[in-house]
């Protein structure tokens, strides 16, 4: 069986959608009779190929731009597919990137809100996205609430697998070989102690100008020398994010760090007091289990699929109720009977979520979609 894998919309290995790329084909479990095949842009060809698997890669020509790999799915990325005889087909930077017509089965990786995008984007954006969605053989949604979300919007339920997203065990463990005041990573110098928010700047769901206000109430309140790191790329939301930390009378203690090396994260979140996510539309909240693998108490907003994912190992709190969201780090950066009980229960929470396990169910369900079952 030739399994074809479309890279496209996977921001070069560089977006969380890249990274769930490498790590779900790096532990796809091998199988007798089983071809992979990877596809996209010529700069990609040895981004996500796994040293470990039966993968070889083909190019296609086309510029590297959001809106060309949009318009070539339209229109002729069903051709592609059939000339290069794919059995199946995975669509993993989701339904932006995907086919909208499909002669053989094509199964779409979703790990996002849709609706979100759609209400974002223009109509004939949103139609072919939904089109996609619906004529495929299959979904993968990273969380309940990413299926339940897809299905108010007309999806079939039924066509709809949940498999969430792994961890890499082996890089988010609590790392506990920094000493002194500062943590140190090049090119960053971090002052402890801090919280840790790590969230691309992307939109005003992401709750970044709200905890700015609510960091605000938690050092009137408590007095205490706590920093507030936001650690995350720049995007759409950057320029109001910048000015309402400049504009705060606590700006010298908010440091954003920018687009952030995925590899040292787990130093990141090691040294930090604790984790705070006040996203309300979170759909795959890896950022959540990360922090807990790596041995700090979690505080977060009890919206999206933060709920599914951290189960009752976080602190939640009303992301729209300042006050409750301050009483909630007070809480959690000085009540160590609380402290203790989040670090224990979420580190052994985390065993759970593995990219082992994601690929395993992952190639499950595209093994049985392309058998008709």
């Not at 089965?105 to 759609?118: A, C, D, F, L, Q």
């Not at 970044?208 to 939301?237: C, M, N, Q």
């Not at 309402?244 to 700006?251: C, H, M, V």
């Not at 990219?355 to 093994?367: F, I, M, N, S, Y």
Request: charged residues 20%; glycine residues 8%; negative net charge.
């Amino acid at each position: 069986m030739k399994i074809g894998i479309d890279t496209f919309g996977c921001g070069h290995g560089q977006s969380g959608i890249g990274l769930y790329l490498m790590f779900l084909i790096a532990n796809f479990p091998k199988e007798e009779n089983l071809y992979f095949e990877l596809f996209g842009s010529k700069i990609d060809k040895y981004t996500y190929i796994s040293k470990t698997g039966n993968f070889s890669y083909s190019t296609v020509s086309i510029p590297d731009s959001a809106m060309a790999e949009f318009l070539w799915h339209s229109t002729r990325c069903s051709g592609f597919v059939a000339k290069e005889g794919y059995d199946v087909t995975i669509y993993a930077g989701g339904p932006r990137f995907a086919a909208t017509s499909y002669k053989t089965p094509g199964i779409i990786v979703v790990n996002e809100v849709v609706s979100e995008i759609t209400e974002l984007k223009k109509t004939l954006y949103s139609l072919q996205i939904k089109t996609a969605l619906s004529r495929c053989s299959g979904i993968i949604a990273a969380s309940q609430f990413i299926k339940k979300d897809m299905v108010n919007l007309g999806i079939n339920a039924d066509k709809i697998h949940v498999i969430h997203n792994g961890i890499n065990h082996s890089l988010f463990y609590p790392h506990t070989d920094f000493e002194g005041d500062v943590l140190d990573i090049k090119p960053f110098a971090i002052k402890k102690p801090y919280l840790i928010y790590a969230s691309r700047l992307q939109n005003h769901l992401k709750k970044h100008i709200e905890l700015i206000d609510v960091f605000s109430l938690f050092k009137e309140k408590t007095g205490l020398p706590h920093r507030l790191v936001l650690a995350g790329s720049a995007d759409a939301y950057s320029q109001q994010v910048h000015e309402k930390t400049s504009a705060s009378p606590y700006a010298s203690d908010i440091f954003l760090t920018g687009y952030f090396p995925h590899e040292n994260l787990p130093q990141l979140y090691s040294n930090a007091e604790a984790c705070i996510v006040p996203s309300v539309n979170e759909g795959v909240g890896l950022p959540v289990l990360e922090a807990m693998a790596c041995g700090i108490p979690v505080a977060c907003a009890k919206e999206g699929a933060l709920p599914e994912i951290a189960g009752v190992h976080a602190l939640y709190f009303d992301p729209d109720n300042a006050e409750d969201v301050a009483s909630a780090l007070e809480r959690i950066v000085c009540d160590e009977a609380l402290r203790k009980q989040l670090m224990e229960g979420g580190l052994d929470w985390t065993r759970r979520f593995s990219w082992d396990k994601t690929a395993r169910k992952t190639l499950e369900v595209v093994l049985s979609i392309a058998k008709g079952e």
